[in-house]
Each structure stands twice: as structure tokens, then as C-alpha cells.
């Protein structure tokens, strides 16, 4: 076997693994990777996995399953594990069963909540139907028809009076007085 003289940093030599590569002859190296491959080829992996885990099932699992039974006290045998599971299904069919009586009860005791089916609305007026809920009314309908003149309010006394009296020089005055506080 040849030896590396490279070394790592370790400055260690290593022994190579593999031949020399024969350089001369390339025709034997390929016979050599044909050869290879038919055999790889030919071979039935998928057969041979499960030969051995089939082997390692029958021998090592047996085995190793019991060991871990007696040490781990939590762990259930499949008898008990099956046991179990009829149980929770047992229990299962019996609630579903008395479901199933406690929905037939209500539906016999069950009645109308009202006399007669569901009955839409009646549709309103054609006249109604189109008009705003805040629309003005016909009295202002017809002011508003009327054309407006501006200043038309001030002819009045009353609104003269009432106009003077709220913001007259001397109603400022007394509102500034009111609002200034005295000590």
C-alpha cells in the first residue's frame, strides 16, 4: 500500500484507499465500470432491504421490544393498547346513541313558533316609496317656489327691534360688563 507524503498539519501520513489510476490502458478501466454496473443492475435492493428488516424484526425487535416493556412500567402491551381502544369506542356509540334519542325528543317536543310561515313585508306606496325621510314638507315646497328678495325679513318692526337690541352698541357693551369679572 502506498503511502501520501503530503500529510495534513498535523504533518501525519495517511494510507490512500484507493489503486493507482492505470493511465497507459484506459480500455481496462472502463471494462472494470461496465462490470460494475451490470452487477448493480442486476441486483434487487428493494428486495434485499426488506429481507433484513424482516431478519432484524424476527430477531432484534422481539427482543428489544420486551426489554423496553419490563423497563418502562408506563408503556402499555398491544393487549392492553386494544383493550383501551374497544373501550373508547364502546363509549363513543353510546354517547352517539344518546344523542341521537336526546335530538328525536326535542324535534317530537318541538312546536311552531309561529302560527302561520314567514311572510315578507308588504312593498310600500309607489308615492312613498321614492320620498327622503327628511324631505320638506308641502307648506315649505311652496315658500320655496316664491322668489326670494333679499332684505325681505328687515321690513318688519319686530325683526328691526329684535336685531337692534341684540347686537346695538350698547348691548355689546352691557354683554362685556356682564362677562368681566369685578373683585
Given at each position: 500500500?502506498?503511502?501520501?507524503?503530503?500529510?495534513?498539519?498535523?504533518?501525519?501520513?495517511r494510507a490512500k484507499t484507493k489503486p493507482e489510476l492505470d493511465t497507459t490502458?484506459?480500455?481496462?478501466?472502463?471494462?472494470?465500470?461496465?462490470?460494475?454496473?451490470?452487477?448493480?443492475?442486476?441486483?434487487?435492493?428493494?428486495?434485499?432491504?426488506?429481507?433484513?428488516?424482516?431478519?432484524l424484526e424476527k430477531t432484534v425487535g422481539t427482543a428489544k421490544r420486551a426489554?423496553?416493556?419490563?423497563?418502562?412500567?408506563t408503556r402499555i402491551t398491544r393487549e392492553r393498547a386494544a383493550a383501551i381502544?374497544?373501550?373508547?369506542?364502546?363509549?363513543?356509540?353510546?354517547?352517539?346513541?344518546?344523542?341521537?334519542?336526546?335530538?328525536?325528543?326535542?324535534?317530537?317536543?318541538?312546536?311552531?313558533?309561529?302560527?302561520?310561515?314567514?311572510?315578507?313585508?308588504?312593498?310600500?306606496?309607489?308615492?312613498?316609496?321614492?320620498?327622503?325621510?327628511?324631505?320638506?314638507?308641502?307648506?315649505?315646497?311652496?315658500?320655496?317656489?316664491?322668489?326670494?328678495?333679499?332684505?325681505?325679513?328687515?321690513?318688519?318692526?319686530?325683526?328691526?327691534?329684535?336685531?337692534?337690541?341684540?347686537?346695538?352698541?350698547?348691548?355689546?357693551?352691557?354683554?362685556?360688563?356682564?362677562?368681566?369679572?369685578?373683585?
Amino acid at each position: 500500500m502506498d503511502v501520501d507524503e503530503s500529510g495534513g498539519s498535523s504533518g501525519r501520513r495517511r494510507a490512500k484507499t484507493k489503486p493507482e489510476l492505470d493511465t497507459t490502458s484506459p480500455e481496462g478501466y472502463l471494462e472494470e465500470l461496465a462490470a460494475r454496473r451490470r452487477l448493480r443492475l442486476r441486483r434487487d435492493v428493494d428486495a434485499e432491504e426488506m429481507a433484513t428488516i424482516r431478519a432484524l424484526e424476527k430477531t432484534v425487535g422481539t427482543a428489544k421490544r420486551a426489554a423496553w416493556q419490563t423497563w418502562n412500567v408506563t408503556r402499555i402491551t398491544r393487549e392492553r393498547a386494544a383493550a383501551i381502544l374497544a373501550d373508547v369506542a364502546d363509549v363513543a356509540a353510546r354517547t352517539a346513541e344518546m344523542d341521537a334519542a336526546a335530538r328525536a325528543k326535542e324535534t317530537a317536543e318541538m312546536r311552531a313558533l309561529h302560527p302561520e310561515p314567514f311572510k315578507w313585508p308588504p312593498s310600500l306606496d309607489r308615492e312613498k316609496e321614492g320620498v327622503h325621510r327628511r324631505a320638506p314638507t308641502e307648506k315649505r315646497v311652496e315658500e320655496l317656489k316664491e322668489p326670494h328678495v333679499e332684505g325681505e325679513l328687515l321690513e318688519t318692526n319686530y325683526v328691526r327691534r329684535v336685531l337692534y337690541k341684540r347686537f346695538s352698541p350698547i348691548a355689546r357693551f352691557q354683554r362685556l360688563i356682564a362677562w368681566v369679572p369685578f373683585n
